[in-house]
């Protein structure tokens, strides 16, 4: 089993819709959940970090973190055209590099 | 604004050249930059981890004699990409782990950079 799964998409929604992007993880040493959003051509920016389990929530978005079945969503409120990338989950046990899956690539129509 | 700056942003060189990319934390200090490597439309891939003041880690596969890397101080880690091919064409991207001030395990990345070698 790869360490992170991510459907790659694409995800194609209309503008204002909720998006839902999931990512499941195979180590449990895995505490620190960051989701980064990568534009073409771009390095990943963060968006969120969250350190265990629990929903945290930053605007239009939310992290929410299930340790117990190693899986983490990402939730997009009211989305817009400028929410189109890829979304790559990054679950982390805090002294190792990053293992990313092949991130969700989302695109909001208008 | 960004933390991690990446110098430059796209380079383009001759085969057989060699090609330093530089990476910088802007204001934090980063005991351990990572170096990746992103091919269009692919996952990004590590290549090292890059410890300051010793010998970088390199990823299976990784040739540690074509791919210089150096972290001469808390805030630059530089990429060397030696005697560089037009396989080595792709999307360099640096990232560093914040300290205390940037809540500790946080890992922020470069804006990365372009290389095309021809």
């Known amino acids: 089993q790869k360490e992170v799964e991510q459907d790659p998409g694409p995800l194609s929604v209309p503008e204002g819709a909720i998006v839902s992007l999931n990512c499941t993880y195979s180590?449990?040493?895995?505490?620190?959940f960051m989701w980064y959003r990568q534009y073409s051509r771009k390095g990943p920016e963060l968006l969120m970090y969250?350190?265990?389990?629990g929903n945290k929530e930053d605007g239009r978005f939310t992290a929410q973190v299930d340790k117990s079945s190693k899986y983490i969503s990402l939730f997009i409120r009211d989305s817009q055209p400028s929410d189109s990338a890829t979304y790559l989950c990054?679950?982390?046990?805090?002294?190792?590099?990053?293992?990313f899956g092949k991130g969700t690539r989302l695109s909001v129509i208008a | 604004g960004a933390v991690v700056s990446q110098h430059p942003s796209r380079v383009i060189c001759k085969s057989g050249t060699s090609v330093k990319i530089e990476c910088r934390s802007l204001?934090?200090?980063?005991?351990?930059m990572f170096w990746y490597r992103q091919f269009p439309k692919q996952s990004l891939m590590l290549m090292a981890t890059s410890n300051e003041g010793s010998k970088a880690t390199y990823e299976q596969g990784v040739e540690k004699d074509k791919f210089l890397i150096n972290h001469a101080s808390l805030t630059l880690s530089t990429l060397t990409v030696t005697s560089a091919h037009p396989e080595d064409s792709s999307f360099y991207i640096c990232?560093?782990?914040?300290?205390?001030?940037?809540?500790?395990?946080?890992?922020?990345f470069g804006e990365g950079s372009w290389l095309t070698v021809v």
């Open positions: 180590n449990s040493a895995f505490q620190y």
């Open positions: 990232s560093a782990r914040g300290g205390a001030e940037r809540r500790g395990n946080t890992i922020y």
């Open positions: 969250t350190y265990s389990s």
């Open positions: 990054a679950p982390n046990s805090g002294n190792t590099p990053l293992v």
């Open positions: 204001d934090f200090q980063a005991t351990t």
